[in-house]
């Protein structure tokens, strides 16, 4: 099992960048794909990043790539989502999601995070 806990959220100018750590416990999180989701007020959760537990694979939402970056380093248990170009549709509560089968990461993970509002201002 994973216990994942995210940070880094906050409030930023349209153009300007942040990077949302998430910090994840459990002694297999090495073996567990992980990424992050995202919900804008109003909307439903939707996929924005993964990335396989060997870092091998990564897949991102139409909308984001090119400007947001997943990484992961499996000795520290993290996970960066490092978002540049913001706009203020990005706007929203970030979640950071973990699940050892990939095809999750996308149909609905089974590990979450409490999320982390990110809010990007005009």
């Known amino acids: 099992q994973v216990q994942l806990v995210e940070s880094g959220g906050g409030l930023v100018q349209a153009g300007g960048s942040l990077r949302l750590s998430c910090a994840a416990s459990g002694r297999t999180f090495s073996s567990y794909h992980i990424g992050w989701f995202r919900q804008a007020p109003g909307k439903e959760r939707e996929f924005v990043a993964a990335t396989s537990w060997s870092g091998g694979m990564t897949d991102y939402a139409d909308s984001i790539k090119g400007r947001f970056t997943l990484s992961r380093d499996n000795a520290k248990n993290t996970v960066y989502l490092q978002m540049n170009s913001l706009k203020p549709e990005d706007t929203a509560v970030y979640f950071c999601?973990?699940?050892?089968?990939?095809?999750?990461?996308?149909?609905?993970?089974?590990?979450w995070g409490q999320g982390t509002q990110v809010t990007v201002s005009s």
């Open positions: 999601a973990s699940d050892p089968r990939w095809a999750n990461m996308h149909l609905g993970p089974n590990y």
